[in-house]
């Protein structure tokens, strides 16, 4: 993580296993990553809802701070519905 502290990245997208780092010496800006592409629309993936549901509570939680899609190919595909049920619900303002 050395390359954080020194100022080679501009961004990050943290995932749940991330290393719990707290210091931020640098500011650099801090993204929640949302695994979009376990949508599949099909039987063992997430369900369209779960995206949803987490769009909307890092919405409520850092207002403004934005999150990541991993990846932008279940959007692209519009798998189960999944890039409709975001424009109609937190991205529809």
């Not at 990050?12 to 993204?31: C, D, E, F, H, Q």
Request: glycine share 12%.
């Amino acid at each position: 993580m050395n390359w954080c502290f020194t100022g080679l990245c501009s961004s990050s997208a943290a995932i749940n296993y991330w290393l719990g780092i707290t210091a931020n010496p640098r500011s650099v800006p801090v993204y929640a990553g949302l695994f979009t592409s376990r949508v599949t629309g099909g039987k063992g993936g997430w369900p369209v809802e779960e995206i949803v549901a987490q769009t909307q509570a890092q919405r409520a939680r850092a207002t403004g701070a934005g999150h990541v899609h991993f990846s932008l190919v279940a959007l692209h595909q519009n798998r189960g519905g999944l890039a409709d049920a975001l424009l109609a619900g937190p991205y529809a303002q």
